[in-house]
């Protein structure tokens, strides 16, 4: 799939305004050849309110959100769409705001599972959390 076609079904997918990554306010910042990034302003309504941190199903979603875009501009030829079957997510430090990214880059790319792994980087470059998923491929 050519990057055209990548960021149209990426689009396609982002239809609906009420989704989590467009109430989080998640950005796509670029798709390649097995990779995708993503980007969101932190902001009080990402923040824990007992620790004024980021909230860490803030991260997971950031991360998710990576690496099933990442999918989807991935998926093989015939596949309708995908879900996500397994994910992990381990937080390495807090963020309170900024901006934070997060790359995703395709691990194992088979036809009916796709194994995704993403870093979440603070302004800095610091990584602030590591997260790995495996998306079932669906036809």
Avoid at 16 to 41: A, C, H
Avoid at 131 to 138: N, V
Wanted: charged letters at 15%; hydrophobic letters at 40%; glycine letters at 6%.
């Amino acid at each position: 799939m050519n990057e055209a076609a990548k960021l149209k079904a990426i689009d396609d997918y982002r239809q609906y305004q009420d989704s989590l990554p467009n109430l989080l306010g998640i950005e796509l910042t670029s798709v390649g050849d097995q990779v995708l990034s993503v980007s969101l302003q932190v902001t009080a309504h990402h923040l824990n309110p007992a620790h004024t941190s980021c909230h860490a199903a803030t991260m997971v979603a950031i991360a998710d959100t990576a690496c099933g875009w990442g999918c989807l501009a991935h998926l093989p030829d015939k596949a309708l769409t995908f879900t996500t079957v397994d994910l992990n997510c381990n937080l390495l430090r807090a963020v309170t705001d900024g901006i934070i990214t997060c790359e995703a880059s395709l691990l194992h790319g088979g036809r009916t599972t796709q194994i995704w792994d993403a870093v979440v980087h603070d302004e800095s470059g610091k990584r602030v959390a590591a997260f790995r998923c495996t998306e079932l491929i669906l036809y």
